[in-house]
């Protein structure tokens, strides 16, 4: 007799949070900045590090680990109908350059914890559990988000970026993936890709990185957030040409100033993003480059990207549209080349699914913890990951919803009760 999830009461479920805490600090130190902040690019000395002790977390938990060729990382614990598609779980550990230890990472230390405490609890799962360690969810090194969940969805645009993508420092993504240990060729990338029928339900735990769920505990207590839907990411890039010249003795008439283009697109950005009326519309110039980069030299060559995103597909569309009309006037009223305009990535919003929204809910009040559906403005492997199968997001409250910095927290409080919704929502799952 195999004992059902109401047999896991909540006390049942006891997670580890000081080993817990000890994990999120120890790979917080597999990073190329100083403490408090981390900074952790796909393929570095520093991810492969912190990959191995993932793996080796994995093994520990008497997981069956599995690697792919991009690195995506899998470990499975096998249910008594392992032949049934799995229930699936994870996140990311890479790091944006300055940024924090909490995002990401929890959703696969997080994950761990949830099959360790169901495994404390003697549950038995009948579909098996799998825990996911995703390649590359921020774009930091080839311009290309959520690397390895769009392969695993099969996006062939994502293997044919690759084909072409290098890193600030001119090397390939292949010579990158090659010194990591991933010895790939463009003809392995399909091969990442699954079936719709590897997972009957995939679950991302992260941290909210927006201020909801901690302004409203103030007041009423709320300590779990269930998503509802995946706003909808795009970015850009954009490069200027002009001819450059000496700061001194090149006069103003005769300038044409790719410096001056970027300013002024960086600018337009923001006004059509405003112009939406809508306060879900949002965009940022995170990259503005100025070649040669010398106080005494007119910019010959100016290189942005841009970050921008709505819930509203069609919206964030149309802000697409007019920053592609104002990049092309810009250059023709001050006579500089646009010599790229390229759409990176134009991804449609994601919805979770009813009956896994449910069971987290469920899990939540069963946890006796309160709970508040909400939207996810960042995006996430989960985008991705409801391609191929139904999809669900747990978020915990972070502190003043800081993230992508440094000062980015949360508490071992509010994390903990994110890996029980999380446990509880597997177990729940995988008898289904
Ligand atoms: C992910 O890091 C995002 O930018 O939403
Ligand atoms: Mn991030
Ligand atoms: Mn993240
Ligand atoms: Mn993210």
Same mark, same amino acid.
């Given at each position: 007799p195999h004992p059902s999830v109401l047999s896991l009461s909540p006390s049942s479920l006891s997670v580890d949070a000081v080993g817990l805490q000890r994990q999120i600090d120890e790979l917080a130190a597999f990073s190329d900045t100083p403490a408090p902040s981390v900074t952790r690019i796909l393929y570095s000395e520093k991810d492969v590090l912190a990959r191995s002790y993932i793996k080796s977390l994995m093994k520990e938990a008497a997981l069956s680990v599995r690697e792919d060729a991009v690195g995506n990382i899998f470990g499975r614990w096998n249910g008594y109908e392992a032949g049934l598609p799995a229930v699936a779980t994870g996140s990311h550990i890479d790091a944006i350059p300055f940024s924090g230890k909490y995002d990401g990472v929890v959703g696969v230390l997080g994950a761990l914890e949830a099959i360790n405490t169901l495994k404390r609890s003697n549950f038995q799962p009948r579909r098996s559990l799998e825990v996911i360690m995703f390649t590359s969810e921020e774009p930091t090194r080839f311009g290309i988000s959520c690397l390895g969940s769009r392969l695993l969805a099969g996006s062939e645009a994502a293997a044919a970026a690759l084909k072409q993508a290098v890193d600030g420092q001119n090397i390939s993504f292949f010579d990158a993936a090659k010194s990591a240990g991933y010895k790939i060729c463009q003809e392995d990338l399909p091969n990442v890709s699954l079936t719709k029928e590897s997972y009957s339900a995939f679950l991302e735990l992260h941290i909210e990185q927006g201020p909801i769920l901690e302004e409203e505990g103030r007041s009423f207590y709320v300590s779990i957030g269930i998503v509802t839907a995946i706003a909808a990411p795009a970015s850009i890039k954009v490069g200027f040409e002009g001819n450059g010249g000496h700061a001194g003795a090149v006069l103003m008439p005769a300038r044409n100033d790719a410096g001056l283009a970027a300013a002024e697109l960086a600018l337009a950005v923001e006004k059509h993003v405003l112009a939406s #009326?809508? %306060?879900?519309t949002v965009g940022t110039v995170g990259i503005l480059e100025l070649h040669p #980069?010398? %106080?005494n030299s007119i910019p010959s060559r100016s290189h942005l990207e841009i970050d921008t995103r709505d819930i509203d597909e069609k919206r964030r569309n149309t802000v697409i549209e007019k920053i592609q009309h104002s990049a092309s006037k810009i250059a023709k009223d001050r006579g500089v080349k646009l010599s790229q305009f390229t759409v990176v990535n134009q991804d449609p919003p994601a919805l979770c699914d009813e009956s896994i929204i449910n069971a987290m809910e469920a899990a939540s009040r069963h946890l006796n913890l309160s709970h508040k559906l909400m939207i996810s403005r960042a995006y996430h492997d989960s985008l991705f990951m409801a391609r191929i199968s139904p999809m669900g997001m747990i978020f915990i409250p972070c502190y003043k919803g800081y993230s992508h910095k440094p000062e980015e927290y949360a508490s071992m409080e509010d994390i903990a009760n994110g890996v029980k919704v999380l446990a509880l929502t597997l177990a729940k799952l995988s008898l289904d």
């Open positions: #009326g809508s %306060i879900d #980069g010398a %106080i």
